[in-house]
C-alpha cells in the first residue's frame, strides 16, 4: 500500500521580536523534514535561538523553480516541508509562491501556519483607515516606472501599503510629495517589533522633513502606510 502523503507548512516567523514565534510555528518547524529558507544563514539563527536543529535548504527567486519538482516528490513520497521567508509571512514579497502552485498541484496539502507580517502590524499603527487597504510591495527601482506607479497611486482611493528600503527614504518620500501631494497623511513604520521601533504620522511634507533630518530613519526595515485619495467633491 502506499505510504501516506506528506505536507507543506507555510510558516510566519518574526519580524523582529523572537517572542512572536508562535507555540504552533514552533511545533511545526520542530516536525518538519526539511525547513526551506530564502537564506539559510538567517533562518539557522532563528531556529539556534529557538532550541531548533532541522536540515535547511535555500528557497530563493534565483533557485525556486529548478528546486520544486525534487521537493515536490519528497512531499508525495511523505516528507513533511516547512517554508518560510526571512521575516513575516512567506510569499508577501518573499518567494515561495510557484513552490505553493506546484505543491497543490500535485496534490500535497499545504497548511498556513498565520503569524506575523509587517504589512499588518504597520496598518495596526498608522492611526490610517484598514478597513480596504492595497500593498504595492517594493516600488520599482527604475525612476520612470517608479514615477509611473506612484501616480497611478495616488488616485487609489484605499490605504496604500509599501516596503521601502531605508537608503531611499527621502528620496522617495520626495516622489510621493510629488505624486500625491504634500498634505496627503502617511505613516513611516521603522524596525517594527524591535528594540529600535518607531512609528512617524503626519503629512508627506512632515514626513519627508523628518527623513531629512534623522539619520535613523535610513537604517532598519521600513513600512510605509499612505491614506487613499480623498473622493471628488460632487
Not at 504589512?119 to 525612476?143: I, Q, S, Y
Amino acid at each position: 500500500m502506499a505510504g501516506a502523503i506528506g505536507r507543506l507548512d507555510v510558516i510566519a516567523t518574526p519580524i523582529g521580536n523572537i517572542e512572536d514565534l508562535s507555540p504552533r510555528a514552533r511545533a511545526s518547524l520542530e516536525s518538519a523534514d526539511l525547513v526551506l529558507a530564502e537564506d539559510t544563514r538567517h533562518t539557522a539563527g532563528l531556529l539556534a535561538a529557538c532550541g531548533i536543529s532541522r536540515p535547511l535548504q535555500s528557497l530563493h527567486e534565483h533557485n525556486e523553480a529548478a528546486r520544486i519538482p525534487p521537493l515536490v516528490e519528497r512531499m508525495r513520497a511523505g516528507a513533511c516541508l516547512a517554508l518560510v521567508s526571512d521575516a513575516g509571512t512567506p510569499l508577501v514579497s518573499d518567494p515561495g509562491f510557484l513552490l505553493v502552485r506546484a505543491a497543490v498541484a500535485a496534490g500535497v496539502p499545504v497548511r498556513s501556519i498565520a503569524g506575523p507580517s509587517a504589512v499588518t502590524a504597520a496598518l495596526a499603527v498608522a492611526a490610517l483607515p484598514t478597513d480596504r487597504f492595497v500593498f504595492e510591495g517594493f516600488l520599482p527601482a527604475r525612476t520612470a516606472e517608479r514615477r509611473a506607479a506612484l501616480a497611478r497611486l495616488a488616485q487609489e482611493p484605499r490605504t496604500i501599503v509599501l516596503f521601502e528600503a531605508p537608503h531611499r527614504i527621502v528620496a522617495t518620500l520626495g516622489e510621493i510629495e510629488q505624486a500625491f501631494g504634500a498634505e496627503r497623511q502617511m505613516a513611516v513604520a521603522r524596525e517594527l517589533t524591535k528594540l529600535h521601533e518607531t512609528v512617524h504620522r503626519g503629512s508627506v511634507a512632515e514626513l519627508l522633513r523628518i527623513a531629512a533630518e534623522d539619520a535613523n530613519l535610513a537604517r532598519g526595515e521600513l513600512t510605509l502606510v499612505i491614506a487613499g485619495a480623498a473622493a471628488p467633491a460632487e
